[in-house]
């Protein structure tokens, strides 16, 4: 039995068994990449979906005058996709990039194609993915849209306790939506309210 | 009493940096043989090994980072380090002097070159380690000791061989100038050419001695060159360290404090509930604020 974190994922919240792990793990690749290293460009057309054994990556759009808007964060457990292109054959608009040295499993379309058509546990699984993740970006559209920075900022430490120690103010402030004078004031308000009731 | 020998010698690990100001070789605890419960109560041991920093006009560290559940201790043999923090203090660290923060229940705190240092560059070469604090003193309040070169002990070694700067514990009967939450001796050792000491350290004790300058024999038997680590084995009481060259030791030693350890970047705790509830303080800005 090996000790991936992938494996655990698989089996703890799947409950998929032996067999269909071993056949998922037998089927993606396990590569190390370097902080900085680039698994999809804008523009490119990708066959891979991607579970973060160890490290960070991120996923961004950059618009016209340059500035990137993080879409999502992937740290360790976490999946990260671009559906556009992997599913829909269509340009990609995201770059996917490590930002630290990472250990990351690519899992190849076809295969989960294939088990989505044979394997049940394997479907009852991906439609909980699918609805969890379609439920979060729901919650984010409506925060994006109405949510005061302050309440972004707090679904944000909730989501990704340690990334706040992992990435610069600038990535968290692109995720929120906000300019990173705003996250500092968002962070030394909460400070201030803390202090004044300690 | 019996002789304490030395169980490894750990040669510097690849030196990579902290920030921009701090290029270091980590000992505790990634070198083999040199992790926390081995090292207990030393959690971690980055060394900053001689190295010339250019002159900068905007002074190289690390930025606003939090700590919970320990003490830092910088020792600074070469160049200068400015510190801030979220509690309002600050101050710079000297040539020969050290820095005991005890983080405790939770500080934002930066590290710089200080800035006039910073101006003309030069040799730098800094210790910093991680001291755990016992259970029931991780949630106490922050404190810092500043200890400037003056302020440390010291005493006079026969023959001239040399000094023993106590930062903290004892030597000779003479008290270490740090005060600690848990029985551990600091011991900043200048000897020159062919000076010897002797150390008396309970076998229990966890002990290192890291050669900063020159090298030395230990023992009449194990030759420690610069910028190694030496760890001693659990048995015996007594070792003489003798100068090959004039050199600077610093010892290390202390009583485990035989505590689960929970340990994530700068929180280190005794269960993983206690270390969620550090990322949570941090989040919610219960560290204070400090800018950047």
Known sequence: MNNFRFTHFLTS???LDRDLTDQILSHCSRKEVRKGTFLLRSGEKIQHSFFVEKGLLKQYAVDKKGKEHILQFAPENWLMADRESEYFDQASSYFIESIEDSEIFYINKDLILQLAKADERFIAFNNFLLHRHIRSLQKRITQLQSAPAEERYLD??????????????????????????????????????????? | MTSKRIELIAKPNPAHFVGDGFRVHNFIPSYPGLDMKRMDPFIMLDYNSK?????????????????????????????????HDSAGGGGVIGEGGVQWMTAASGVLHKEYHEREWSKTGGDFQMVQLWVNLPAQYKMSAPKYQALDHEKIAKVNLPEGAGIVEVIAGE???????????SPLNMLNTKLEKDGQVEFTIPADHNTAMLVVEGSVRVNDTDIVPTDHLALFEN???????????????LILSGEPLNEPIAAHGPFVMNTRAELMEAFRDFNEGKFGYLED
């Open chain 2, 171 to 181: 030597f000779k009967g003479i008290q270490g100038s740090a005060s600690t939450f």
């Open chain 2, 51 to 83: 190295y010339a920093f250019p002159a900068s006009s905007s002074p190289k560290g690390v930025g606003v980072h939090p700590h919970r559940g320990f003490e830092t201790v910088t020792i600074a043999y070469k160049g200068k380090v400015e510190h």
């Open chain 2, 235 to 249: 048995k015996g009481e007594n070792f003489t360290v003798f100068a090959l060259q004039k050199a600077v030791v």
């Open chain 1, 13 to 15: 919240n799947a409950h």
């Open chain 1, 156 to 198: 944000f430490i909730q989501t990704y306790p340690d990334l706040t120690l992992r990435v610069p103010q600038t990535h968290i402030a692109s995720y929120l939506g906000i300019t990173p004078e705003s996250l500092s004031r968002v962070r030394k308000e909460l400070a201030d309210r803390h202090r004044s009731h300690s």
